[in-house]
T-cell receptor, first 114, second 111 residues
Framework: ETGVTQTPRHLVMGMTNKKSLKCEQHLGHNAMYWYKQSAKKPLELMFVYSLEERVENNSVPSRFSPECPNSSHLFLHLHTLQPEDSALYLC?????????????FGPGTRLTVL | EDQVTQSPEALRLQEGESSSLNCSYTVSGLRGLFWYRQDPGKGPEFLFTLYSAGEEKEKERLKATLTKKESFLHITAPKPEDSATYLCAVRNMEYGNKLVFGAGTILRVKS
């Protein structure tokens, strides 16, 4: 595996379900991010983990719960979601402290909430 | 409040018809302007980073330039495979590692 991988690629869930999204980065980076991308809207940053510590939480509802067990893995736990949470969820990673700090993205998980 | 505005929202070109996409920004203490390409159903693919006014970078048919208020992505003699959404993002001194994205420009190149 190379780059940033995400599973599953597609997820359909009911409003009462609990599911998790998984992200893994193979780039040796020390920061990971969750973004939400809705149709015709800019990418919205949800969470940032730097050196495995959460450093950013952009007023995201508590029905989204992130977890970063180590610098290579990131999870987004979902529960009691709403239909408006349907979107493409993107994971990214970067190297904090490096001069070139570009973020590299995974392919995303297309989430549909019924 | 920092803002990133991309124009046009959508652009249709004939193959070989050169054009430019615009990204205007208002940010205090720019620490990088980033261009990404995104194909439908996929994650954004990194293209360029620009750090200071006057800087230019090229990759195949793409050339990115930066001024103090905006960046342009020039596409020379585009091909149908250049069709995608092009995203612009900025990072400033206060953001740390956060990026603020524009809404993107959808480019369609017809043969």
């Amino acid at each position: 595996e190379t780059g940033v991988t995400q599973t599953p690629r597609h997820l359909v869930m009911g409003m009462t379900n609990k599911k998790s999204l998984k992200c893994e980065q193979h780039l040796g980076h020390n920061a990971m991010y969750w973004y939400k991308q809705s149709a015709k809207k800019p990418l919205e940053l949800m969470f940032v983990y730097s050196l495995e510590e959460r450093v950013e939480n952009n007023s995201v509802p508590s029905r989204f719960s992130p977890e970063c067990p180590n610098s290579s893995h990131l999870f987004l736990h979902l529960h009691t979601l709403q239909p408006e949470d349907s979107a493409l969820y993107l994971c990214a990673s970067s190297q904090v402290g490096a001069y070139y700090n570009e973020q590299f993205f995974g392919p995303g998980t297309r989430l549909t909430v019924l | 409040e920092d803002q990133v505005t991309q124009s046009p929202e959508a652009l249709r070109l004939q193959e070989g018809e050169s054009s430019s996409l615009n990204c205007s920004y208002t940010v205090s203490g720019l620490r990088g302007l980033f261009w990404y390409r995104q194909d439908p159903g996929k994650g954004p693919e990194f293209l360029f980073t620009l750090y200071s006014a006057g800087e230019e970078k090229e990759k195949e048919r793409l050339k990115a330039t930066l001024t103090k208020k905006e960046s342009f992505l020039h596409i020379t003699a585009p091909k149908p495979e250049d069709s995608a959404t092009y995203l612009c993002a900025v990072r400033n001194m206060e953001y740390g590692n956060k990026l603020v994205f524009g809404a993107g420009t959808i480019l369609r190149v017809k043969s």
